[in-house]
């Protein structure tokens, strides 16, 4: 047996990997199988494919058929019938390639003419049989059968390259500073290598935050609302009809949940029912700090200016955000937004001549216009969690936000 071979019996390969031709493809074979299929049928070969560890891409080295083998093109790749996967998810390794439909063969001619023997057969059996017209139906079904089980064919030289993270502390350097208006950059600047280089992302962590979020906001029941239960409502215990003869349904006593006048079934507790959970200062910062350097890594953490929008209106906002950071729209991404006050005017609640109003910490034009928008949620600096970040895909925010962000994960 070949080195780095999966051990699987024949029945379980069989029934996993099946294949419409009956014809299992050569990494499922063992080698003894392989070489019977190729004494039995040695034209079938759907496909072979070597998977290697070390190579990313592992389904590059997919070879066609032989029917496809006389294509000198290396960038055509063969999807086969049995793999059970579909090529359109984001799963799949087919994800985003051309689809290329298969060249007919130079064997078939096209339109050729029938002999005259066979067009006065034809026209002798003018009276229709149920029994071919089954057959013919049955003919049918099996070639578009035949037809969905051929090999699609997949072009690569239009394939998306993957996105490969920059190392540290090359990462943490000139990141640049979008200019929101104008859609270009006005700068760069170093982020501060405790908050955004952890190294590990520690998922642990980040999973004991998310729960201590969603728990808290579960919080603890209204202590007024108690329901009372079979043992606590008002009812005797004694049977209520007797068990046959009456044509109803059997009873017991008259306090079950379904019953008028009954008991209530899993209802409120009061102040015994609590959802929330502890969780220190010190792990809650930890994950903060482990979420943005996730951002930071995966490539969507973007940096603007300002939130300085000239108009309330969704539509401009909405434009801005779908040109600039492919945000919003049918098939944009969504994202967190992060504004601060400036620090000359931290709690700023009218509007003075040449400055910006800022309402709950956040530009008041971005607040009202980003309003409508479904993919996209506002926040101050001080509502900035791990929840919401890793909720949507992007993050983006404003020079202020992130100077009093690194001053308050710092302190």
């Not at 003919?139 to 090999?151: G, L, P, R």
């Not at 809650?284 to 603007?304: A, D, I, M, P, T």
């Not at 919401?388 to 992007?394: C, R, Y």
Request: some cysteine; aromatic content about 6%.
């Amino acid at each position: 047996m070949s080195t780095g071979a999966t051990i699987v019996s024949s029945s379980c390969r069989r029934r996993c990997f099946s294949s419409p031709n009956g014809v299992l493809p050569s990494f499922i074979l063992s080698r003894q199988e392989q070489q019977q299929s190729d004494k039995v049928i040695p034209s079938v070969k759907a496909v072979t494919a070597t998977y290697s560890s070390s190579s990313p891409k592992y389904f590059s080295s997919l070879k066609t058929s032989s029917s496809s083998s006389n294509n000198s093109n290396s960038n055509i790749v063969v999807f086969p019938p049995n793999l059970k996967i579909d090529p359109r998810s984001k799963s799949s390794p087919f994800y985003g390639l051309e689809r290329i439909q298969k060249e007919e063969s130079d064997d078939v001619k096209k339109d050729e003419p029938l002999d005259a023997q066979h067009v006065e057969a034809d026209e002798a059996d003018e009276e229709p049989n149920d029994a071919d017209a089954d057959t013919d139906n049955d003919n049918e079904e099996e070639e578009e059968a035949a037809a969905a089980a051929e090999d699609l064919l997949y072009d690569l030289s239009k394939q998306q390259e993957a996105y490969h993270a920059i190392p540290l502390p090359q990462r943490l350097h000139n990141i640049p500073i979008h200019h929101l208006q104008s859609s270009t950059t006005s700068g760069t600047i170093n982020l501060h290598p405790s908050i955004f280089a952890m190294d590990p992302i520690r998922i642990d962590i980040l999973c004991r935050v998310v729960n201590y979020q969603r728990n808290k906001k579960r919080g603890k029941r209204n202590a007024a609302a108690i329901t009372k239960t079979i043992s606590q409502v008002r009812g005797s215990g004694r049977k209520v009809r007797q068990q046959k003869g009456s044509g109803m349904a059997r009873a017991g006593h008259s306090r079950p949940a379904h019953w008028r006048g009954g008991a209530k079934a899993h209802g409120p507790k009061g102040k015994v029912q609590d959802y929330t959970t502890k969780l220190t200062k010190k792990v809650r910062k930890l994950g903060l700090k482990h979420v943005l350097s996730q951002k930071l890594k995966e490539g969507n953490f973007f940096l603007v200016n300002d939130w300085n929008v000239e108009s309330y209106k969704t539509k401009a906002l909405g434009h801005l955000l779908y040109q600039n950071f492919a945000v919003g729209g049918r098939g944009g991404a969504t994202a967190f937004l992060i504004d601060a006050p400036p620090s000359s005017h931290p709690h700023q609640l009218e509007e003075d001549e040449g400055t910006d109003m800022y309402v709950g910490g956040v530009n008041v034009n971005l607040k009202v216009a980003s309003g409508n928008l479904t993919k996209v949620k506002v926040c101050n600096q001080l509502g900035c969690n791990v929840y919401d970040v890793l909720k949507h895909e992007k993050l983006i925010m404003s020079l202020e936000a992130l100077k009093a962000l690194e001053a308050r994960l710092l302190a």
